[in-house]
């Protein structure tokens, strides 16, 4: 069975990945992401360690009714260093919302058209998705220096940091993602359940089993009147992780999927070397496995009936009629282009044709991969 994964889903619900992306995209996505996580690493004024520490404390999470979003936003605004002059007037679109999302997007707006700087990175975010532009992104450094200000209540970080953070994932910058998700208090936002929902997505795709349980509890068991959609799903991804056995063809998979995403952003660092060695290791283990278990079939009932081929103990060697040496195989040669073993082209071409219609396209980039490999390794010495 394959596994349920968001990779593929994301792809397709956000119009952000379409092929119509800009040229330069892959270089510019790549430099943003190299320079936010750069930037958090050195200050680290937006992952707050403590935060689902103290999460943990409670016992039920709810989300904050009409009026004590209203009374919230009210008293941020007024807090900010110049506080708007109409406020009352700023506020008034919160009677618009109608359910929690709707609420978290009313309290970005509202605090975008109350302060100049929010203003212009948040619509930074908004920008057309068909053909997004990293390079108009909000740039990391300015964000990071917004959030750390002291003027802005924990309402405010906490909303701006799930609405930015679930901006990140809806382009697949998950790394990125998972720190501005982690800095967001579930006890502040105005939609404790979409919080719980990205964190959860998020670390299913960079594969932290622990992080995504925790946040699948904590939205399926702790918080109430969570939207359907969000339960729904939640339960796909917990029926997933059930499921899920490392060292799996299901775990390849998915690391052929981070890959595949780490590339598409025009990462080829370290961390995506270390994937792609992962997945290669991983296959030599099962071969390794499939290559025992067929082997360790034979060799019984030595011992039943006399045979009369027995002289002077057990045979060390076995010979087969017309072999050229006892007991040698003839060791087929891996060609360099990776092609499989001495199959005819017919016969290679209809293997391909039934993995790329049982598995996912990456199964087939997989097995090249590994024949290409397995044809540049130095011959083992003979004994």
Do not use: H
Not at 29 to 50: D, E, H, R, Y
Request: hydrophobic content about 40%.
């Amino acid at each position: 069975m394959l596994s349920f994964t968001f990779t593929e889903w994301f792809t397709r619900t956000s119009p952000a990945r379409d092929a119509t992306r800009l040229p330069n995209d892959r270089s510019q996505c790549w430099q943003m992401s190299l320079l936010s996580i750069c930037f958090w690493m050195l200050t680290g004024s937006l992952v707050a360690p403590s935060t689902f520490a103290q999460e943990s404390s409670v016992d039920v999470f709810a989300p904050p009714s009409a009026t004590i979003v209203e009374a919230k936003t009210r008293q941020s605004l007024l807090n900010l260093k110049n506080p708007p002059a109409d406020l009352e007037a700023i506020i008034a679109p919160l009677q618009e919302a109608t359910d929690v999302d709707s609420r978290l997007l009313k309290v970005v707006q509202i605090a975008a058209s109350a302060d100049p700087e929010i203003g212009r990175l948040v619509a930074q975010c908004n920008q057309p998705t068909l053909t997004p532009d990293p390079a108009r992104f909000p740039d990391p450094a300015q964000w990071s220096a917004m959030m750390s200000r002291s003027d802005l209540s924990p309402f405010l970080k906490s909303n701006l940091a799930l609405y930015y953070g679930r901006f990140l994932v809806e382009r697949q910058l998950y790394d990125e993602a998972q720190l501005e998700l982690a800095a967001a208090d579930a006890r502040e936002v105005a939609s404790p359940a979409t919080l719980f929902f990205f964190r959860a997505v998020v670390a299913q795709a960079l594969l932290d089993i622990e992080n995504c349980r925790l946040a699948l509890n904590q939205l399926l068991e702790k918080t109430q009147d969570a939207p359907l959609r969000y339960r729904s799903t939640a339960e796909l991804i917990k029926a997933d992780l059930d499921a899920f056995e490392a060292k799996s063809l299901g775990e390849v998979a998915r690391l052929m999927a981070d890959s595949r995403r780490r590339l598409d952003l025009g990462r080829a660092g370290e961390k995506v070397q270390g994937v792609q060695e992962k997945i290669i290791t991983n296959l030599d283990e099962l071969i390794k496995k499939i290559e025992q278990q067929m082997g360790g079939g034979g060799g019984g009932g030595g011992g039943e009936g006399g045979n009369s081929n027995e002289s002077g103990g057990a045979a060390e060697d076995s010979s087969v009629k017309g072999a050229t040496a006892p007991g040698e195989s003839d060791k087929k040669k891996f060609s360099k282009d990776g092609a499989w073993g001495n199959l005819p082209e017919k016969q290679q071409a209809e293997a391909r044709n039934i993995i790329s219609r049982s598995f996912p396209p990456n199964y087939g980039r997989a097995i090249d991969a590994y024949s290409k490999k397995l044809a540049n390794r130095p011959a083992k010495p003979s004994p």
